[in-house]
């Protein structure tokens, strides 16, 4: 086995000596650095293990950047390209044994798993570099392509490689549980590795994302982070409440809203209402002002989302969450969210009323095959299972909206109603998104603001638009 390593060792550093990795396919590997780059923020600490040359982590975005390897020629040969950015590090380290004084935000594993003798090992070393919401990027190839690839080295097309590990999704997925991680989303790219003008742009960008022809990819990628514990650290928590035409449901909100963390602020956001929401919002939040810590704003434009965005401006809790002034999700419900988001078990906490069985009257019957069929959209453009996209109740931590604003020039300001622009911004963000199942109830006051068709073709324009830029990208 030492016989086994020295060997894998050697042929990478005489890659490095004769600079001929990444030339021959250098195609492929840009596309998983372009894949990879997606999923980077500039405000990230970023850890590669088995950073080769370094074309990966030099290409994607990070505010701080460290790239190891075990063979001194891969880095030597890094240094000589990227030595000179000022926020990338190249070190020397085998990644059976990590030695470094810092926990990165996100950490990338590409085309490494096949060449190392312990996977599980290698593994369990990230804990020491990882936070409780560091998020990992394992790339490795689908087994399927074994046989087609080692047909590519006998012929020449590929440079021939050491003995790999040929693993499976399930396998590797269940090697980082093991290990004490969780995946949250498995994904496959690339149909075909070759550059050809037009026909790799087709086949790679639209083709592969496609059913059944996804499952031919040949790039796999794992998203994982580290299992959450079971105990839940206390925040205070902003609870913003758009109300419009809403005024017999106001004083019920604050009636069933529950103690929420360490601290609950109520947020009311009135928009532009023809009853006396405003008025009753003003003799509410007066009556209970000093048993709630409760403010309220008129919103600056129209639409739910331009409500959530003035709510959360004037928000000081560490997580905030959104509840409906119509009060079909029940407030009572809230602590579910809390805790979920609260005790790590997601980054962002999504509202699914297509679970239990709903009120009578709670949905009618074409909003709830509108919402069956975003759902199933949803679950295409993601990559992630999802029952219900337009539950108006959405959780997350105020420091990731805050990188969410920051992010949101990528997709536009093109969502109205708001529910798209949070969950195509978190997964945009790389966050694991969670539905917690509510009941939904009927209406006891007032009459839905959604129309039906109108802004149904709203939505189902906002989805083509954003598959550009989350799915066939």
Same mark, same amino acid.
């Given at each position: 086995m030492k016989n086994e390593l020295k060997n894998i060792k050697e042929y990478f550093n005489q890659l490095a000596i004769k600079r001929k990795n990444k030339t021959l396919n250098r195609y492929y590997w840009n596309e998983i650095t372009r894949y990879i780059e997606y999923f980077t923020h500039e405000y990230?600490?970023?850890?590669?293990?088995?950073?080769?040359?370094?074309d990966l982590i030099a290409n994607i975005k990070g505010k701080h950047k460290t790239g190891i390897d075990f063979s001194e020629e891969q880095i030597k040969w890094a240094k000589e390209k990227y030595g000179h950015y000022s926020n990338i590090e190249f070190l020397?380290?085998?990644?059976?044994?990590?030695?470094?004084?810092?926990?990165?935000?996100?950490?990338?594993?590409s085309n490494v798993i096949g060449f190392l003798e312990d996977i599980q090992k290698v593994f369990e070393q990230l804990h020491k570099v990882a936070h409780p919401r560091t998020k990992i990027i394992v790339q490795y190839y689908n087994?399927?392509?074994?046989?087609f690839?080692?047909?590519?080295?006998?012929?020449?097309?590929?440079?021939?490689?050491?003995?790999?590990?040929?693993?499976?999704?399930?396998?590797?997925?269940?090697?980082?549980?093991?290990?004490?991680?969780?995946?949250?989303?498995?994904?496959?790219?690339?149909l075909f590795p070759i550059y050809i003008p037009l026909i790799s742009e087709l086949l790679n960008r639209y083709i592969a994302k496609l059913p059944i022809i996804r499952y031919f990819n040949l790039n796999h990628y794992s998203f994982a982070r580290p299992l959450p514990c079971n105990t839940c650290e206390e925040y205070s928590v902003s609870v913003v409440i758009p109300a419009r035409n809403e005024s017999g449901n106001i004083e019920n909100a604050i009636l069933r809203m529950p103690r929420l963390g360490k601290h609950t602020e109520i947020i009311f956001v009135e928009g532009n209402s023809t009853d006396d929401t405003w008025e009753k919002i003003i003799d509410v939040s007066n009556k209970y002002k000093h048993q709630w810590d409760i403010?309220?704003?008129?919103?600056?434009?129209?639409?739910?989302?331009?409500?959530?965005?003035?709510?959360?401006?004037? &928000?000081?809790?560490?997580?905030?969450? %959104?509840l409906d002034a119509d $009060?079909?999700? !029940?407030? /009572?419900?809230?602590?579910?969210?809390?805790?979920?988001? &609260?005790?790590?078990?997601?980054?962002? %906490?999504?509202?699914?009323? $297509?679970?239990? !069985?709903? /009120?009578?009257?709670?949905?009618?019957?074409?909003?709830?095959?509108?919402?069956?069929?975003?759902?199933?959209?949803?679950?295409? $453009?993601?990559?992630?299972?999802?029952?219900?996209?337009l539950c108006g109740t959405k959780v997350l931590?105020?420091?990731?909206?805050?990188?969410?604003?920051?992010?949101?020039?990528?997709?536009?300001?093109?969502?109205?109603f708001g529910d798209f622009d949070l969950l195509f911004g978190a997964h945009k963000l790389n966050l694991k998104i969670v539905e917690?199942?509510?009941?939904?109830?009927?209406?006891?006051?007032?009459?839905?603001?959604?129309?039906?068709?109108?802004?149904?073709?709203?939505?189902?324009?906002?989805?083509?638009?954003?598959?550009?830029k989350c799915k066939f990208i």
């Open positions: 990230d600490s970023v850890l590669e293990i088995g950073c080769g040359s370094g020397v380290m085998d990644a059976n044994n990590l030695n470094l004084n810092q926990k990165y935000d996100l950490i990338i594993i087994s399927f392509w074994e046989p690839i080692k047909l590519a080295e006998f012929i020449g097309i590929k440079k021939k490689t050491p003995i790999q590990n040929w693993l499976t999704s399930d396998d590797v997925n269940n090697l980082l549980y093991i290990s004490g991680f969780e995946v949250y989303r498995n994904t496959r790219q690339m403010k309220y704003f008129k919103q600056p434009g129209k639409g739910k989302a331009d409500a959530v965005r003035e709510g959360f401006k004037h &928000a000081t809790g560490d997580i905030l969450m %959104i $009060l079909t999700v !029940p407030p /009572e419900d809230l602590p579910k969210f809390y805790n979920a988001i &609260a005790s790590n078990k997601g980054d962002f %906490i999504n509202g699914t009323r $297509l679970v239990y !069985p709903m /009120e009578k009257q709670a949905m009618r019957f074409l909003n709830y095959l509108g919402n069956q069929f975003f759902s199933w959209l949803f679950s295409f $453009l993601l990559e992630q299972k999802f029952n219900d996209t931590f105020k420091k990731d909206y805050e990188k969410l604003i920051k992010n949101r020039e990528y997709f536009g300001d093109f969502d109205p917690v199942p509510i009941k939904y109830r009927e209406r006891v006051y007032g009459t839905t603001n959604i129309s039906r068709f109108k802004h149904g073709w709203i939505l189902l324009k906002m989805c083509v638009f954003a598959s550009r």
